[in-house]
């Protein structure tokens, strides 16, 4: 027998839903602005033909969501092209007591990164476009992230209309099909261009992984709110000029000098922390003003979901 619980992904897909994730997320979010989260820049270690490994260790203060933990991952882009595709990203969590730090459970990390990236754009989304409209939701990327940011954005918002836009024009095709199927909808449409996809859209996921600066200024509607998920220190799915006229809000601060210094370069004016927001020590967006939140993923938020999952593995059979 293990001296730990081991929780699998199927496992944690079983236990997650989108109600308790957004709130475990949103109390991580606002630790980094209440002295509750204890957590360095991600590590990384580039390993050879450019594979990655990551590390990120964190202490989250919270009676509900505290939990000591750490996640490494993996990222081996050629995963995809393996017979059948993998993942490029892999990751697991080690939970720790936190009175001891003797490891607890080991939990496979994928379901929850994924999950847990999504409901922190949620979170981003309530706080930076509050009541603001949110009826056309325009999807870059239809990857395992554009597919969990549709899914978590149309059951939390309900967009009368969500477009999907990918490089393999195919996949948002079948993307948005599988979608209305799954979720007895017809909301999700495919777009054949970026431009088609952002057009009025009141807020905006980009999830492409590019370095060609798929969305121009020109395509966003004044007000719009965007979340940036991709990471890439070689490019930035937006131009130049849409970080430089929108206020742009992080979720730590301690992360954005470590890996954002190209988005610095364009002059980018990062405002505050999604955090400093729900803690109301940085206001919000008005009412003509775009937003952007560059997400980069931090250790408290992976925390806080190794304890709402290690709690309900224990109290739902
Ligand atoms: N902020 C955070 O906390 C997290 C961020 N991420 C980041 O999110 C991004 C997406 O990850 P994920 O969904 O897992 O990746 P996937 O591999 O599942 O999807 C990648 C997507 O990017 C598209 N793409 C790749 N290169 C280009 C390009 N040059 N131009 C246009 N589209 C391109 C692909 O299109 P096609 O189908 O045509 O190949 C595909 O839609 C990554 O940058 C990742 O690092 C991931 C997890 C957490
Ligand atoms: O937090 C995360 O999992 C990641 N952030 C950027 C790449 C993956």
Not at 11 to 18: I, K, S
Not at 89 to 95: D, Q
Not at 98 to 123: C, F, H, M
Request: charged share 25%.
């Amino acid at each position: 027998m293990l001296p730990y619980k081991f929780i699998s992904e199927s496992r944690v897909g079983e236990l997650l839903e989108w109600e308790p994730v957004v709130d475990a997320v949103e109390h991580a979010l606002k630790s980094v602005s209440t002295g509750c989260a204890f957590q360095s820049p991600r590590v990384k270690i580039v390993l050879p033909e450019s594979n990655l490994l990551y590390s990120t260790p964190g202490y989250l203060k919270d009676d509900k969501y505290g939990a000591l933990a750490s996640r490494v991952m993996t990222k081996f882009p050629s995963n995809r092209r393996l017979q059948p595709p993998r993942s490029a990203l892999n990751a697991n969590i080690s939970l720790m007591d936190e009175s001891t730090g003797v490891v607890k459970a080991i939990i496979q990390g994928n379901e929850l990164t994924d999950w847990r990236t999504a409901a922190v754009s949620v979170v981003a989304t309530k706080h930076l476009h509050k009541e603001k409209p949110k009826e056309i939701l325009a999807i870059i990327g239809a990857g395992i992230q554009g597919r969990i940011h549709a899914i978590a954005f149309q059951t939390c918002f309900k967009f009368r209309e969500v477009r999907i836009w990918n490089r393999t024009g195919k996949r948002a095709v079948d993307l948005a099909r599988k979608l209305n199927h799954e979720l007895k909808t017809d909301a999700f449409v495919s777009c054949e261009t970026v431009s088609d996809c952002v057009k009025n859209a009141d807020v905006i996921v980009t999830a492409a992984m590019a370095k060609e600066m798929l969305v121009k200024h020109e395509m966003v509607k004044k007000g719009a709110h965007i979340n940036a998920i991709s990471v890439n220190p070689s490019g930035t799915d937006l131009d130049e000029e849409t970080y430089r006229i929108s206020k742009v809000f992080c979720d730590h601060w301690t992360g954005v000098e470590h890996e954002l210094q190209h988005i610095i370069a364009f002059g980018a004016k990062f405002v505050g922390q999604v955090g400093d927001v729900i803690a109301g020590s940085v206001q919000a967006p008005g009412a003509g003003e775009t937003s952007i939140f560059q997400s980069l993923g931090m250790a408290v938020e992976d925390c806080a979901l190794a304890r709402l999952i290690y709690d309900l593995d224990q109290i739902v059979k």
